[in-house]
């Protein structure tokens, strides 16, 4: 089944094109990495995705239906957002923002029912941050908020889940959890469209890898046919050699620095 | 589901008692007359003690419902500030736009307006002209905006004095003077029981902020993030704008300016109660309103030739507190 659908979309702003004609075609439970330089317009695909920003030409289909014609709830239905960073002026507690996932869900002046709390701590025990549920956001480590954000993302119940940089600013060991869990949640049906700079996580994560390059795609396809020596070193003008990663077979980066040119 | 219900509902029981005691001290203390007394003319309504009576139902019982209605308002208009622009300090009298109802009632005032609907919609766009101009202020980026907000809102303040100041210079009646000084400082006492008719838009304006308590919740975690789960951002935003704007406005036109109410009653109830405005909005508006009724009744009660100004009161607790929480924001 065809989830997302993206024809042609381009977005400017102030005047520079940003994005330009921009088309995927993105399958239920597929695993979609958005790769490329800064600038490249990849957390703008993103936002255009989620409904954040406007496309000025082009069209964003989601399952089928034309993205326009969703009302904000409607779309947080289908579809979740994990920001890169969520502000944390004022002090929730793990549980309550995972248990915001299900507002798209509730009337306005609904309290949540045991079904929904019943939700959130499935989605806290799958990401395992259930021993911090009543911690406040500002209190647990980085890695943890983000595993919390994404509870609260699972809570929504999406079956499309948006992730910009989830694992940047991460030690080793929680980017692999933070990875896992999107796989797992993948094996689930659940399609994943991710935003990465690093290009290892990317080839051994994602069956499908967008580079962008200038706000347009400049390769799509496997690991294999996107991380290649020639691709990587013209987009990210870098030095750089792929290998092969013994254990997953799929293309390993290594960055060459000035003094082995 | 219960936990919560309960939670809420035990809250709300111990802030309604504690504003009942708050409304009785309030109409029993004062020049004269005792709680004993106050008591006997409750239950007991043909004591011939009409001297009293006439205190308590003309003069104490309106003001002290001033007080509360004040309280509440400024308080919860602190509440939505502080969600909408994410930032924990901000607050009507500190973000200047009691000050611009303020100018905007002067104004009016001085262009012979009546009281209602003249002046209380001076004071409206006096409140909703600042507010556009902070909320200018606010947008840019993310690091640099908490202390553009507040410098601006300062500089606001500032300007807005002098302007009073001016005003004021261009009344022609200097009996007047001394009443509109009073004023900016935050009085209670009315000429009419009458006036209190202007506040009750204030109510509607509370309802629809506490239907709007959860996308408020998601706004604190960000703008984006607030819309991808489906909130109307900018819908949500301008009806709590235009709402608070505009029950602000309409007290600073009976009240004058109090200032940081909004700031130390929702800090006091984030501290004991968390994030979530479906408790905090509620709690703001009960124990904003014990909370002005008491400092009125300092006002009334602690200078021994006349009364203060309540402004005095709240600035005594609320500035201090607010210097705490900027320098604690600053580690």
């Keep these: 089944m065809k989830m997302v659908e993206v024809d042609k979309l381009t977005v400017t702003r102030g005047g520079n094109k940003v994005l330009h004609e921009v088309s995927l075609n993105v399958e239920q439970g597929a695993f979609y990495m958005i790769i490329g330089p800064n600038g490249a317009g990849k957390t703008t695909l993103l936002k255009a995705l989620s409904g954040l920003i406007k496309p000025d030409r082009g069209a964003i289909t989601i399952q089928g239906r034309d993205i326009r014609r969703f009302s904000a709830r409607e779309l947080a239905r289908i579809l979740a957002m994990v920001p890169q960073q969520v502000a944390l002026d004022f002090p929730f507690r793990v549980a309550e923002t995972v248990l915001m996932g299900r507002s798209p869900h509730l009337d306005l002046l609904a309290f949540e029912s045991r079904h929904d709390r019943e939700l959130a701590q499935q989605a806290m025990d799958f990401t395992d941050v259930s021993h911090l549920a009543q911690r406040r956001l500002d209190e647990v480590s980085g890695g943890e908020r983000q595993r919390v954000i994404i509870a609260r993302a699972i809570c929504q119940q999406p079956q499309i889940i948006l992730l910009d940089e989830p694992t940047a600013s991460l030690d080793p060991a929680h980017q692999l959890k933070i990875m896992d869990l999107l796989e797992r949640l993948r094996h689930q049906g659940v399609t994943v469209i991710m935003v990465s700079h690093d290009l290892n996580l990317a080839g051994v994560y994602g069956d499908t890898l967008v580079l962008l390059k200038d706000g347009e795609v400049a390769c799509l396809g496997s690991p294999e046919q996107v991380l290649t020596e020639e691709q990587l070193q013209t987009s990210y003008e870098c030095s750089l050699m792929v290998d092969e990663n013994p254990v997953s077979k799929r293309p390993r980066i290594n960055l060459l620095p000035e003094r082995y040119r | ?331």
């Design chain 2, 1 to 331: 589901m219960g936990s919560f219900a309960r939670k809420i509902t035990t809250i709300l029981i111990v802030l309604l008692l504690l504003l009942v005691l708050a409304l009785l001290m309030g109409l029993a203390f004062g020049s004269t007359g005792g709680i004993r007394e106050v008591w006997h003319l409750l239950i007991n309504s043909d004591q011939d003690n009409d001297t009293l009576r006439a205190i308590i139902w003309q003069i104490r019982l309106p003001r002290v419902i001033l007080a509360a209605v004040t309280g509440a308002t400024l308080s919860l208009g602190g509440l939505v500030f502080q969600a909408l622009l994410r930032n924990p300090l901000a607050e009507p009298y500190i973000l200047g736009v009691s000050g611009g109802s303020a100018v905007g009632a002067i104004s009016g005032m001085l262009l012979g307006l009546t009281i209602f609907p003249g002046v209380a919609l001076t004071a409206f766009a006096g409140s909703m002209f600042t507010l556009l101009l902070v909320l200018g202020l606010a947008s840019g980026h993310l690091s640099t905006r908490r202390d553009t907000l507040l410098l601006g809102g300062v500089m606001i303040n500032a300007f807005y004095s002098a302007v009073i100041t001016f005003l004021i210079s261009l009344s022609p009646k200097a009996s007047q003077v001394h009443q509109i000084l009073f004023w900016l400082m935050g009085d209670f006492s009315m000429q009419t029981p009458e006036q209190l008719i202007i506040l009750t838009p204030v109510l509607p304006c509370m309802i629809i902020i506490y239907i709007l308590a959860r996308p408020m919740n998601l706004l604190l975690l960000g703008e984006e993030s607030a819309a991808s789960m489906g909130v109307d951002v900018r819908l949500i935003r301008l009806i709590l704008l235009s709402v608070t704007s505009l029950m602000v406005s309409l007290v600073v036109c009976q009240a004058g300016l109090v200032g940081f109410v909004g700031l130390t009653i929702p800090h006091i109830f984030r501290m004991l109660l968390g994030a979530d405005h479906r408790l905090l909005i509620p709690a703001c508006v009960l124990g904003g309103a014990s909370y002005l009724i008491g400092c009125d009744l300092l006002a009334r009660t602690i200078a021994s030739n006349g009364e203060l100004p309540v402004g005095i009161i709240t600035a005594l607790v609320g500035a201090p507190l607010f210097i705490f929480l900027l320098w604690r924001s600053k580690r």
